[in-house]
């Protein structure tokens, strides 16, 4: 299968490696080239001889039969996912131009919004928008979360998604789009993707008081953080002042849609909510296989000027938690008053470190200074484990929430949206309301005729999703 990933918010990653390894010597010397005109012969080498035979978490597992496999019969990408344990649903690779997208918060050719069905729980085949990057073409025409995209060029949506024409429609630009807005008002317009638009790591910082949801006692903050995204650690700084000039006490850390990033900032994020009675106390606990054992780590809370001093952290998962977002939240579980409610998060459990090609000494003193210039393959296989302080893993299957909330796609992220009253409810109740009313399947010409559900999301359609990349140093 290609791995040519095409990040989007949902996957954000950045890490800056120093690699140490016995096997990684200056400069090892290539196996003597055949007669090929195959451009990625040495890299495929590399690959297999300095990182899958040495930092993959499975290397023996592999060991044998990788050893047999011919370089020249696969192109890289096939060559990269021919050599993964048949278990290793998580492992993958990007381009440079990709990665460095990536580390910029770049997205290409887009509309600036994440669509989905709320078919779970709610029944309800119609495609509504999960998200809308600020900015972005379809904020430009108001578009919200809640809104719900009825035809695209005159045509409805279910029928395009019949005819296996939705996507290749959704991508044309300029494009018309029918929008039916939360109050049942349509709004047709035609727009432009926006060649490339910048997006932040933080989609929505607000404090709630009791003139926003009654029975507050004092302010309560939520955060909705859509990237561990070690270059925009500012925003988790923004968000967290803000928090505390507001007096802040309860935090809703919505992670719904957070498929990981980087060790740094969920750190930085980390020492921010952990209280002052767990500094030095261990949150994350990164187990390697034999060859790495020396380099496992006890992760612990450093603390950090300006942290919040909650007396109760909410965390709002979906399936769209992945790695990152489910190490903070395995991790502070033991630490201190930790409520989950939401859905099961993805089920990664696991961490990469980001290893590149051309991958010799001098080359990674080039990137850890930001010259990525000769860079051109970047290989992300999976590393470690990570447990908590009482060594809990995190299930493949996923962390299951304490109180189960579906994703309420007929709000935006307000006192309305079910996963957020529900949190605020807990907080001036002690109990979480019941679950929300399912909408009548009279709501759109669109729900009613053979309905066909289709993968809108990043992790309904791609099997590495989710990401946890930490700093590898001393090479």
């Known amino acids: 299968m290609n791995r040519k990933i095409l ?12 690699l140490s390894s016995s096997s990684c010597k200056d400069p090892v010397n290539p196996e003597p080239p055949p007669e090929t005109k195959d451009p990625d012969y040495f890299a495929k080498v590399f690959l297999r001889r300095e990182y899958m035979d040495v930092y993959y978490y499975w290397y023996k597992d592999v060991k044998s039969t990788n050893a047999k496999l011919d370089p020249l019969k696969y ?49 309800d085949y119609d495609v509504k ?47 018309q789009f029918t929008f039916t807005d939360t109050e049942g008002n349509s709004h047709t317009f035609t727009t432009t993707a926006a ?64 498929g990981g990033g980087d060790g740094r900032a969920s750190q930085h994020l980390v020492d921010y909510v952990a209280p002052k009675s767990a500094i030095g106390e261990t949150y994350v606990i990164r187990k390697h296989n034999d060859l790495l054992a020396s380099q496992d780590q006890y992760s612990k809370i450093q603390g950090i000027a300006g942290s919040l001093e909650l007396d109760a952290l909410y965390f709002i998962t979906g399936k769209g938690s992945a790695s990152a977002s489910e190490m903070v939240l395995n991790g502070l579980e033991p630490l201190m008053d930790v409520r989950h409610v939401g859905d099961t998060t993805y089920g990664k459990p696991n961490g990469m470190y980001v290893l590149m090609y051309p991958g010799e000494n001098a080359d990674y003193t080039r990137y850890n200074k930001g010259d990525y210039s000769k860079l051109k393959w970047v290989f992300l296989p999976i590393c470690f484990y990570n447990q908590n302080k009482d060594f809990r893993d995190i299930p493949d299957e996923g962390i299951a929430p304490a109180n189960y909330r579906p994703d309420d796609l007929y709000h935006d992220f307000d006192t309305s949206e079910d996963n ?50 930490i700093p590898w140093k001393n090479r």
């Open 7 to 18: 990040f989007n918010t949902l996957a954000i990653i950045f890490a800056t490696l120093l």
């Open 420 to 469: 957020i009253k529900a949190c605020l409810t807990h907080i001036v109740s002690g109990t979480y309301p019941p679950l929300p009313d399912k909408p009548t399947k009279a709501m759109t010409k669109t729900s009613v005729q053979r309905p066909v559900k289709i993968a809108l999301t990043q992790e309904e359609k791609d099997p590495k999703y989710g990401s946890y990349t």
């Open 195 to 258: 060649t490339t638009l910048s997006t932040r790591s933080v989609l929505v910082t607000k404090v709630f008081t009791s003139e926003d949801f009654e029975g507050l006692t004092s302010p309560v903050g939520y955060m909705h953080y859509l990237k561990f995204n070690a270059n925009m650690l500012n925003d988790i700084d923004n968000a967290m002042q803000s928090f505390r000039e507001a007096g802040v006490k309860h935090l809703i850390l919505d992670l719904r849609y957070n």
């Open 129 to 175: 928008v999960r998200l809308v990057y600020p900015n972005s073409p379809f904020a430009k025409e108001g578009v919200t979360r809640g809104w719900t995209l009825t035809a695209i060029g005159g045509t409805a949506t279910m029928e395009l998604i019949r005819a296996g024409k939705f996507n290749s429609e959704y991508n044309k630009s300029p494009q």
């Open 75 to 123: 192109d890289i990408y096939e060559f990269f996912d021919e050599m993964l344990y048949v278990k290793d649903r998580w492992s993958w690779m990007t381009d440079k131009e990709s990665y460095l997208k990536s580390e910029e918060g770049t997205v290409t050719g887009t509309y600036g919004a994440s669509i989905s069905q709320p078919i779970k729980y709610y029944g």
